[in-house]
Nanobody, 117 residues
């Protein structure tokens, strides 16, 4: 069993920054993809950013240029650096992991990000 734990959420003013981290409970000896999703009240869960096993990164149009996703396999962590935050970024942010070969999928419990004046 793989467990994902997010940290770094909080409240920030528009234009501010936050850095989210996701810690994977154990080293995984298979290729795996990682991603950040978010879900705001009344909205569908959406993919924010992803980073593949080989480091390829993708971003949703709404965060492109403002957010940066990274991973450190040696530390079993994934990070989302969020800059120039907007009220529209307010949501619960969830860590997601997919093992490529076997298709197992895991979700973190989520961390709240609130952007308001």
């Amino acid at each position: 069993q793989v467990q994902l734990v997010e940290s770094g959420g909080g409240s920030v003013q528009p234009g501010g920054s936050l850095r989210l981290s996701c810690t994977v409970s154990r080293t995984i000896y298979n290729l795996y993809n990682l991603a950040w999703y978010r879900q705001a009240p009344g909205k569908q869960r959406e993919l924010v950013a992803s980073i593949s096993s080989n480091g390829a990164m993708n971003y949703s149009d709404s965060v492109k240029g403002r957010f940066t996703i990274s991973r450190d396999n040696a530390k079993n962590t994934m990070t989302l650096q969020m800059n120039s935050l907007k009220p529209e970024d307010t949501a619960v942010y969830l860590c997601y992991l997919q093992i490529v070969r076997y298709g197992q999928r895991y979700w973190g419990q989520g961390t709240q990000v609130t952007v308001s004046s």
